[in-house]
């Protein structure tokens, strides 16, 4: 059986507190195999890292992406 190729990405998302304040959180995006493969949904998973810098979180970001051989979209 031939090794399917799963669409996957990282994404910094700007989120805010119940305050106002804004932090910024690193997502993972994989492509659900299991539904019908013309609608390519995704699914997200949340990591637990949050950093009020967006330049740390893009860091994270593409250290991660790079440990898992997928890249970072905007």
Do not use: W
């Not at 690193?26 to 990591?47: A, M």
């Amino acid at each position: 059986m031939a090794k399917s190729n799963v669409d996957r990405y990282v994404k910094v998302v700007r989120r805010f507190d119940s305050n106002g304040k804004y932090y910024f959180t690193t997502v993972l995006h994989s492509e659900n195999p299991d539904d019908n493969p013309k609608l390519r949904t995704h699914k997200q998973f949340n990591l637990s890292y949050e950093t009020g810098d967006r330049a740390q979180a893009e860091l994270y970001a593409y250290k991660l992406a790079k440990c898992l051989e997928c890249r970072v979209v905007a």
